[in-house]
């Protein structure tokens, strides 16, 4: 006697897209993420390290689980000390294409130069 196949199990009340009653692919969990919170860019500030360097992104709903996520994903080995999140959509960038155009005045502007400023020992490094 054949095999019948296996029935589809009916997803429960509470699961109204019936997403228990699959499993969840990659591409699944990222349609998602991706539909329902938004991107956050993640920088973080080293224990050694004066400035904060973007080390990846990440979906979350708020701010606030957007530093959690990413503290848990990018210092498991306690390597950072400060925590920056962004949303994706609040950056804004200058392109490649318009950098003669916007750095260019800047040259002329000598006295913006660190050399025409002495810096006291006692700062340190600047």
Do not use: C
């Amino acid at each position: 006697m054949p095999k019948k196949p296996p029935r589809a199990r009916p997803s429960p009340p509470n699961d109204p897209a019936g997403l228990r009653a699959r499993p969840i692919t990659f591409q699944l969990w990222e349609k998602l993420m991706s539909s329902e919170w938004p991107l956050w860019e993640v920088f973080i500030r080293g224990q050694h390290g004066l400035n904060h360097r973007h080390v990846g992104s990440l979906h979350a709903p708020d701010a606030e689980m957007a530093i959690r996520n990413a503290r848990d994903v990018y210092t498991r080995r306690s390597e950072g000390v400060s925590i920056w999140v962004v949303k994706s959509n609040d950056v804004t960038a200058s392109s490649p294409s318009d950098k003669g155009p916007l750095f260019d005045p800047s040259n002329s502007k000598v006295y913006r130069h660190p050399t025409f400023f002495d810096i006291p020992e006692e700062v340190g490094h600047m």
